[in-house]
């Protein structure tokens, strides 16, 4: 596709939140020093991710306690966990969007150590319910994604609309470039919001519950893309996700978080147990096993019930 006549993009904000005013403050940087005196997060491989010992309160309320996960580069890692449990509350932590205590190492270093537009060159964000201003067109979104490239005030280079263009392209929206996003339909909206995380050209990619209100056909196609580009550019995927057979079918590993707290972790096959769900989401399943033995989870209805 031809890239639109350029516009001007606002100051670099938070990580996912092209929506800030221009020159906002970020209001989570990291709330006090790596965790004292404990075992260091494992060194995170190139374009990887660690996470150890992260807190998080909010209002006084904690959200997160002693969460740690490794996510090593090029791989996917799916948060699980029932409603409450902090799945996206880790993802904001991780980008810096709420304090927290805690190590976060982004590619080996601490990320509370980067400057916002450092960190913004290495992570992408899609919110779970991102803001998309209808009148504005799908290229003019998908190109917020070079904000942090961007001076204060600044104008997009040509490199920049390029990049924007040929992202569009990958992901089949090059012949909606023009179209407002007021008149996209779900799916479309939940590929504009990749288009835009993925413009950003970070090496991590964190998507926040990104098959939520899609169709089947939708969804499959949605993570079969993500997956596509995760293996084509080595990019490390951390999604939440409520669908566990889902996250069964996609992810490297799995994170199940319950009451703030990881609870297990690993391969899909062992985290993705009856007893487990059983005990962490209060319900009844059968787990099957799928294709190459990645596990399918279905809901059985009590005896009473039938």
Known sequence: MTAPARRRTP???????????????????????DTPGGAPA????????????????????PVL????????????????????????TLLKAILGLVPYTGTVLVDGEPAHARTLRERARLIAYAPQTPSLPPDMTVF??????????????????RADREIAAAVLDRLGLGPLAR??????????????????????????????????????????????LVDRLRLADGLTVVTTLHDLSL??????????????????????????????????????VRVDAGPGGRPLVHLVRPEGDR
């Open 11 to 33: 100051a670099p904000t938070a990580p996912g939140d092209a929506h800030a005013a221009p020159g906002a403050r970020i209001p989570g940087t990291a709330s006090g020093a």
């Open 42 to 61: 494992a060194p995170a491989a190139p374009g990887g991710l660690a996470v150890d010992g992260l807190d998080v309160a909010l209002d006084g309320t």
């Open 65 to 88: 306690s002693g969460v740690r996960l490794t996510v090593p580069g090029g791989s996917w890692l799916a948060v699980i966990g029932p409603n409450g449990a902090g799945k996206s």
């Open 140 to 157: 003019e979104y998908a190109l917020l994604g070079r904000t942090p490239y961007l001076s204060y005030l600044g104008w997009e280079s």
């Open 179 to 224: 179209r407002r996003l007021g008149r996209l339909s779900g799916g479309e909206r939940q590929r504009v919001v990749l288009a835009r995380a993925l413009t950003q050209q970070a090496p991590i990619l964190l998507l926040d519950e990104p098959t939520t209100a899609l169709d089947l056909g939708h969804q499959q196609q949605v993570l079969e």
């Open 247 to 284: 996250a069964g079918q996609y992810a490297d590993t799995v994170l199940l978080l319950s009451q703030g707290r990881s609870v297990a972790s690993g391969p899909p096959a062992e985290v993705l147990t009856e007893a487990s769900l059983a005990e962490h989401f209060g319900a009844r």
